[in-house]
Structure formats: C-alpha cells, structure tokens
C-alpha cells in the first residue's frame, strides 16, 4: 500500500476508546466536538439520540442528562424569568414520555410582562408554582415529579395508568396528589385532575 494511504477496513476513530472521554451529554453547535466528528460517531454506533443532543451508547439515560440535552434551548434571555421545564417536556425529561414533543413547555415567572411572542421553539406559560413544585436537574430547573403528574392528570387528554406506574417509581403515594390538588383551588384542570388522581386510589 502506497505510504500515507488508509486501509479501507481501517476505523477512522477509535470509538471505543473516545467514548470514555466523551460528556454524558453532546449536543451540536454547544459543544467543542465538530459536527462532522459527532456525524461519524452516530454512524459508528458510539452515539445514541437524546432530544435534541447525543450521549454514549454505553451511558444510559437519565433525568439529569435529558436535562442537560434541552438546557442549550432555554436562551439567556429568559434568565430573569426563572424558565422552568414544565408539561409534556419536563414529562420527558423525567422518562414517563418517550418522545421530546415540540415545542418545549416552559413556565415563565416573575411580575414582568410575558413577551409578545413565544421564543423559537418554545412555548410560554404564567403559573403560578408552589413550594417544592421545581427541583434543578444539570443546572436546568424542571418542575418536579409530583407536580409534573399533577400538570399531566388535568390535561385534556391523559392516560392515568403510566402517570400510576411514575408515581410508583418515584415513591410517591396517589394520596399526596390529591392533598396538593385539593390545595390549589385556583389551578385550571384542577376538577379533572382529581378524578383521575382518585382512580389511581382504587387501583
């Protein structure tokens, strides 16, 4: 073989052994790694999808690194909100829901004013949130598991059997949902909510 040249067989990257040097978490245009190289470890197999980022096949997912995939979405000029991951998308950040559903539901607070549009690629909503209702996760601050359940159980359309089996891992008894709905009068979908939460009571 003529000096320089590369055996077609011959690996361009050693993905075994970048994957161990690798973050938890990639997600392109927020990381020093080039896109390209990112591209040939997707294609390689060291990469897996996680929202809108990567992590390593060898990794698996967790709250915390699904948090980290979307944080490069909150832009800083929503800092002063306090921008909170709420819904559907902080659903998925916690495991319940498979599939990052778009736009990203956040909670803006503070007295200001909401802005006249909605940032790209995000939805804004005023809620008011209570004490213990957010936890930080890689920096990202998400609503927590019980009110995650409690936003899902007033939607319009929700299924209480995969909420049940989250509050199970989570060590969370159906009761204290229904506690903390029968304490927030002023919640919209509150009515709903509580007949799915005391379903999950029966079962």
Same mark, same amino acid.
């Given at each position: ?52 980022g ?36 902080a ?9 990052? !559903? ?43 598991? &019980? ?8 939607? !319009? ?11 199970? !891992?989570?060590r ?21 909510? &509580? ?9």
């Amino acid at each position: 073989m003529a000096p320089g040249r590369r055996a077609r067989h011959e690996p361009i990257l050693d993905t075994a052994g970048m994957t161990k040097l690798l973050p938890d978490v990639l997600v392109p245009g927020a990381t020093a790694i080039p896109d390209a190289m990112l591209r040939s470890l997707v294609l390689d197999g060291a990469l897996v999808p996680i929202g809108p980022g990567y992590h390593p096949v060898d990794a698996p997912p967790t709250p915390s690194m699904r948090a980290a995939a979307i944080a490069p979405r909150i832009p800083p000029g929503l800092a002063s909100r306090r921008p909170v991951v709420a819904g559907t998308s902080a659903a998925w950040v916690w495991g319940l829901q498979p599939r990052l !559903e778009e736009p990203l539901a956040i909670i803006a607070q503070g007295e200001r004013r909401m802005p006249a549009g909605d940032p790209p690629g995000l939805r804004l909503h005023r809620v008011r949130l209570g004490e213990g209702d957010v936890v930080v996760l890689a920096g990202l601050h998400v609503t927590s598991p &019980l009110r995650t359940a409690i936003d899902l159980l007033r939607a !319009e359309e929700a299924d209480p059997g995969p909420i049940g089996r989250f509050l199970d !891992e989570h060590r969370i008894e159906p009761g204290a949902v229904v506690e903390s709905l029968l304490g927030r009068r002023r919640l919209p979908g509150r009515r709903r909510a &509580l007949v799915r939460a005391q379903l999950l009571l029966t079962r």
